[in-house]
């Protein structure tokens, strides 16, 4: 513990007068009761018959006084306090397939009215980024506090092209990384391990799509890569597994939800699979996907605390004294 203003800490010097003081003055009050009554001209007092018990008012305004001394010196201490923090990056599915109408009015329409509500439901403290995903994958926006700038990249997002999900997984782990990654498929399909891309324990990747994928890399392999830096991916699965047809080009495609691919995915992170039914439970989803809470030790003044011990203190001696004395000293 450290002070603020340790000159007020002088002030403890009294109390241990005022300790005194009430001891002298206790004793010579048991001394003439006791002369008095055995000249028998009083009783035994209240006070003496309860012992040792009399003097805890005395106590405990002792002890506050001590207690909000040092409240003047505005104590200071490390605690360890938990709030959320880190990095989440959104990866939009913006193929072509994203623009079907069995979510309404789109699925990429409705992925992006959710994630608006979620980014605004966020504490300030997350950074979060924007990766749109099609044939490959851009950074739209680079992790961020600002929440208005995040609302403003997925505001942009328009759907075009197939469908790479290892390429939006792997352009999200560089958004968390801060620094361009290289892939290695190589080691990636080796049966050794992994590309080190560093440790991100406390970044998450949500992932919106249908699930249909096309393209390289293998989308498993690199949430395995993200599982060994420690990157928690969700997935959100949006469309149905009816399906419908979709219009690309002037040939009528048919699309569905093909959830396996993304089952897998958020498995091989610890993370989560969700499935969107309609627009209204995909905002449902993304009111539940949760960060983690960190604990950080922070150095903070914690005066209020030790002014309400003092005052609740005084508070319990003072009626302590009024209902065994009658009087508050």
Not at 91 to 107: C, E, I, T
Not at 163 to 179: D, P
Not at 229 to 234: F, L, M, P, Y
Not at 251 to 275: H, I, R, S
């Amino acid at each position: 513990m450290s002070f603020a203003s340790p000159w007020f800490l002088v002030l403890l010097v009294v109390i241990p007068a005022i300790v005194a003081a009430y001891v002298s003055a206790s004793r010579r009050r048991s001394r003439r009761a006791q002369e008095l009554a055995a000249q028998g001209l009083v009783l035994a007092s209240s006070a003496a018959r309860m012992g040792r018990r009399r003097h805890v008012p005395f106590g405990l305004f002792a002890v506050a006084l001590t207690v909000l001394v040092v409240a003047l010196a505005r104590p200071e201490m490390d605690l360890k306090t938990p709030h959320r923090e880190g990095t989440v990056i959104l990866a939009f599915d913006v193929s072509n397939s994203m623009a079907a109408k069995d979510l309404q009015p789109s699925r990429i329409e409705a992925a992006k009215t959710a994630a608006r509500a979620f980014v605004q439901n966020q504490p300030s403290a997350i950074r979060i980024g924007v990766v749109a995903f099609g044939d490959g994958a851009v950074i739209v926006q680079q992790p961020t506090k600002t929440q208005s700038d995040v609302i403003a990249a997925i505001d942009r997002l328009s759907v075009e092209g197939g469908t790479s999900l290892g390429e939006g997984l792997f352009q999200a782990l560089n958004a968390i990384a801060g620094k361009p990654l290289t892939i290695d498929e190589a080691a990636l399909d080796s049966d050794t391990g992994q590309v080190d891309i560093g440790y991100y324990g406390s970044a998450t990747v949500v992932v919106l799509s249908d699930g249909e994928n096309n393209g390289r890399p293998d989308p498993l392999e690199v949430a395995q890569m993200a599982s060994v830096a420690g990157v928690h991916i969700h997935t959100i699965g949006i469309g149905t597994e009816a399906g419908t047809v979709v219009d690309i080009g002037g040939f009528n495609v048919a699309t569905a939800l093909d959830k396996d691919l993304l089952e897998q995915v958020a498995a091989v992170t610890d993370g989560k699979y969700y499935e969107a039914a309609d627009a209204a439970s995909l905002a449902q989803i993304y009111r539940t996907i949760h960060l983690d809470f960190k604990t950080t030790t922070e150095h903070t003044e914690v005066t209020g605390l030790f002014a309400a011990a003092g005052m609740l203190l005084l508070v319990i001696g003072s009626l302590l004294s009024v209902l065994w004395f009658g009087r508050v000293v």
